[in-house]
DNA sequence: GCTTTAAAAAGTAAAGT
DNA sequence: ACTTTACTTTGCAAAGC
């Protein structure tokens, strides 16, 4: 019982010190991606509460931190798309992809799928858009998901597809790769998904 | 309307089975044309049928697993002749090993466009896997019968971790009855 | 955990014409 | 732009690292 109540310290330390280095690695790749304090402190939160479940075991500590990282941005409704986080991560987009689904189902954490409207903002700021244009996309993007379009569509291609259409209604035109660049979808994904959009909201240009 | 359950296709069945005796993968492998045989990077050897199309993955314990049949006939008509050829070769196998399967993947399709987003609320999110921005599929976990089903935008559904063709049957017919509870079909 | 095999669904991506 | 190829997800067995 000595020995296991040694181990017990053991693992204990090695969880804490484990932790200052998760604790790091969230404040700089946060940094980088220049997301807000209390967004940080979420995803550290939801790491601890990973750390206490056991759930870092067999994976490592720079996924799960990427991938907590990347629940607390949706939660906190600022989402970063996973080739953001993995741009400033050391582990590779599908290992975060994954590890971020096992600790959401371990820990219950209910995640509803990211509205494309909440890449509206900094997508456009990025491109300096005007506040016009990101409210034509928001329309866009409402008006398209009420008849369906959005079923299995990756949120960030979509919102990309609505800016790029509300930027040339406005006349604020910006280029497809562009857009492609700040959103992280190629052109073909905003092309295809942009004709589908226009067709469902009746325009013709 | 047509019934959803006339719409499943199976589209490919995992069974395993073995010969009871051990074998020489080296000189099967030497005799049997058209057999991949790559020790260092899987312990299995592959041998391909044609008709109907199959992969047969043999073992040196003389398990063996077949899959990419369409239906359990084929499974067994295929191991048959995968049978036939290991006794081209003077080994002995029995008149008719024990094939168990293992897995059938259906397809289906409800023939209505689904709101994936309304579903994995309205299933609960707990239950549900739904990331769009990694696969378009939603994951619907199953306990009776025990499937996995992978739901999609068109109305198209698999169903996989199945082990007799009316699971698939079963799977759709609660599928469609909890998706109209939530009036999310139609 | 990984390795290999098969097949479907639909979205996304990259390479070649 | 268009086609082809390939990768994402699910389920399962096999033997070995």
């Not at chain 1, 989402?79 to 400033?88: F, I, N, Q």
């Amino acid at each position: 019982r000595l020995r296991k109540w040694q181990e017990r310290i053991r693992t204990k330390d090695a969880g804490e010190r484990n932790l200052q280095f998760a604790l790091s690695e969230t404040d700089r790749m946060a940094s980088s991606l220049a997301i807000p304090r209390s967004v940080r402190e979420v995803a550290c939160v939801i790491y601890r509460r990973a750390l206490d479940e056991d759930l870092i075991r067999g994976r490592s500590i720079e996924g799960v931190a990427t991938s907590t990282l990347y629940a607390a941005c949706r939660m906190e409704g600022i989402p970063r798309s996973l080739e953001e986080v993995a741009a400033v991560s050391r582990v590779e987009r599908k290992e975060i992809g994954r590890t971020y689904r096992y600790v959401a189902q371990e820990l219950n954490l209910e995640m509803e799928p990211v509205n494309p409207k909440k890449y509206v903002p900094r997508f456009c700021s990025e491109l300096e858009l005007s506040e016009e244009v990101q409210v034509k996309a928001n329309e866009i993007i409402d008006t398209t998901t009420e008849k369906g379009l959005l079923s299995g569509k990756s949120p960030t291609g979509y919102a990309a597809a609505a800016i790029y259409a509300a930027s040339l209604l406005c006349n604020e035109k910006k280029t497809q790769r562009e857009v492609s660049d700040v959103a992280q979808v190629t052109e073909v994904t905003i092309r295809n998904r942009y004709q589908e959009q226009i067709e469902a909201m009746g325009i013709h240009e | 309307m047509t019934d959803p359950k006339d719409t499943i296709n199976i589209e490919n069945v995992v069974a395993s089975t073995g010969i009871g005796q051990e074998l020489d993968l080296q000189s099967v492998a030497m005799d049997l044309e058209g057999a991949d045989y790559d020790p260092e990077q899987f312990p299995g050897l592959v041998y391909r049928t044609q008709n109907p199309k199959s992969a047969a993955l043999i073992f040196r314990s003389g398990k063996i697993v077949c899959t990419g049949a369409k239906s359990t006939d084929d499974v067994h008509e295929s191991l048959r002749i995968v049978f036939d050829k290991l006794r081209e070769l003077q080994i002995q196998v029995n008149e008719d090993p024990e094939i168990v399967v293992q897995n059938i993947v259906t397809s289906a399709d409800l023939g209505r466009n689904l709101n994936l987003n309304a579903i994995a609320i309205g299933l609960g999110l707990e239950n549900i896997e739904y990331e769009p921005e990694q696969f378009p599929g939603l994951v619907y976990r199953l306990d009776e019968p025990e499937v996995v089903a992978l739901l999609f935008g068109s109305g198209k559904l698999v169903i996989t971790g199945g082990k007799k063709p009316v699971d698939a049957e079963h799977a759709v017919d609660k599928i469609v009855s909890r998706l109209e509870d939530l009036g999310l079909l139609e």
